[in-house]
Nanobody, 115 residues
Framework: QVQLVESGGGLVQAGGSLRLSCAASKSIFRLSVMGWYRQAPGNERELVADIGRYGSTNYADSVKGRFTISRDNAKNTVYLQMNSLKTEDTAVYYC?????????WGQGTQVTVSS
């Protein structure tokens, strides 16, 4: 069973930065597409960014130029560096791992951006 453990969420003022981390439990990490999703109250869960096995990245338009996703295959960890945070970035952020047709999710970490 794949386990994903997120960390790094918290409360930050608008314009500030946070770095999320997601540690995966299995060695399949290096074969997986890793992503960060978020869900704000009353909204559907949406893709923030993802990164392929070889490092190709994809970002939601709303975070381009502000957020950076990266991965360290030696540590089975994916990161999301979030800069210039806005109040509309407030949400629960979830780590996702896609491998062999399966989706795995972390428990989520709250990010709150105050004005």
């Amino acid at each position: 069973q794949v386990q994903l453990v997120e960390s790094g969420g918290g409360l930050v003022q608008a314009g500030g930065s946070l770095r999320l981390s997601c540690a995966a439990s299995k060695s399949i990490f290096r074969l997986s597409v890793m992503g960060w999703y978020r869900q704000a109250p009353g909204n559907e869960r949406e893709l923030v960014a993802d990164i392929g096995r070889y490092g190709s990245t994809n970002y939601a338009d709303s975070v381009k130029g502000r957020f950076t996703i990266s991965r360290d295959n030696a540590k089975n960890t994916v990161y999301l560096q979030m800069n210039s945070l806005k109040t509309e970035d407030t949400a629960v952020y979830y780590c996702n791992e896609k491998w062999s047709g399966n989706d795995y999710w972390g428990q989520g970490t709250q990010v709150t951006v105050s004005s």
